[in-house]
């Protein structure tokens, strides 16, 4: 009870100080009426910037130094001794801050410390708040480095290096990255936990985008998991999760069935694949989801049969469109098979056309299975691969594929995860990555 009466007696002085200030403040910088509403705003802002300030300092001051007297145990077991007074400098959203800490160093592991990093969780290294940190990672996802520094000081009065926010964007990215190594391990030791999603229907997707790395181009390759609501043409996207990675396609197989089982794919009765005729996709579909609904993407299946169109009957002729309509309408009806022999009844007389015609052939007998659109979209499932296309653009272009950008190897992969992980239904809390 006397302890708890000291603590309130302490946090009533500690609003006293804090409320003196904020009055000070207020009488200093509150001007008088009247004001255009934009004015007052103006004012609002400035002010209330300036009292977290207050808040801040306030707060911590009440910490102290962290001096503990001339000895202290060390985690190694020995007493490390009392040195010097150091000054450290946090930059938070709030402005910047000055801390003296009581410096320790213990001569038997050759370790030194300030007991208030620990008292306040600084960060162990970098001169940024933890929440600072979490803001520059988001800003990070979809503004160069540059556009952040130019952000920060504009909406938060903070001055950072582009330097400085590029290496807090790899450390927090590099975390993220960890996580989802932490997530692969525990799904294929049959450890992971169950899914907090429990979805009525599941799409998974795949696709391949071209980002400049090193020197050369290389493909991205993203994954998303999402829901739907809804049937035919009101079939809307209720919630989408995103994987993103430079890695080989059978390591991209791997994460797609962890981030599958972390969206519910294992809780969930009806789960279909959706996606192009990339031969890796369809390779790592049969690993990890060969019992899966599997529909090829109508509208890749489409630009194949145009070529063949536009061989036949010539380019943009009104011939090869009245024949794209007409196989269209099969495909949409289950006629797979009409399809197959109007495409075997084109005789070319070119080599190269023969070598379409081949081509096409073998491209449709191979995803005979993943064309009965007419049975899917009846069960409710998307015919068309539009979702991961657009996460192609939004998720990595976007960000990545910027006029003169260049990545680094672990860079883009630091980025991808963090993108990825932005643009998910479920906007992360960059924060927890960023001590």
Known sequence: MAEDSSRDADLEKQIRRIMKRVESQLRKELTPGPHTFDETEDQAIEIGDEIKKVIVEEVNRDCGSGFAGNRVVCSCGARARYKRRQERMVISCAGVHGFERAYYYCHSCR??????????????????????????????CYLPYRLVAEELEVICGVRLAPSTIERIARSVGDRVVEQWRDRERLVWQDRAPASEQRPRRLHLSMDGVMIFVDGEWREAKLGCAYQTSGRGSECGVTRSSYYATLAHSHAFGRRLRTLAHWEGADRCGQVAIVADGGPWIWKEVGKYFPMKTQILDFYHVTQHLWVVANASFGEQSEQGALWMEQQKSRLLANEMGNVITEVMTWKPRKEADRKVRRNLLAYLETHRSRMAYKTFTEQGWHIGSGVIEAGCKCVVKARMGGAGMRWSQSGAEAMLHMCAAWRSSDRVDFGKYAN
């Open 111 to 140: 370790r030194g410390w300030c007991p208030l990093d620990r008292i306040l969780a600084l960060p162990e290294t970098g001169e940024c708040s933890r929440r600072l940190r979490s803001l520059v990672a988001r800003f990070c």
